[in-house]
């Protein structure tokens, strides 16, 4: 799975941000706000990755199981995928 092309990871602040390229000047309204671990999924994903090297990669940078990391990543990848952000 990747993330689609058209979308870039950005930071305004100290907050890390997901803009898609396809909206206007000034247009905020295709901005998703992400915490920690989401930007650290979004990067993970701007390659095309498998869901076992994702739970692998989160486990190993955060103090988190194998099940809640899986959980987690299914829960983002598919509202990723729902709003059409995502690629299977």
Do not use: P
């Not at 890390?16 to 650290?40: R, T």
């Amino acid at each position: 799975m990747k993330i689609k092309e058209g979308y870039i990871l950005d930071e305004i602040g100290d907050q890390k941000v997901a803009i898609s390229l396809k909206c206007g000047e000034n247009d905020f309204s295709e901005m998703i706000k992400l915490n920690e671990i989401g930007a650290f999924l979004w990067e993970k994903l701007s390659e095309d990755i498998e869901e076992e090297k994702l739970v692998e990669a989160v486990t190993e940078a955060y103090d988190i199981d194998s099940a809640t990391a899986r959980k987690d990543i299914r829960s983002f990848t598919e509202t990723l995928e729902k709003n059409g952000i995502l690629e299977r």
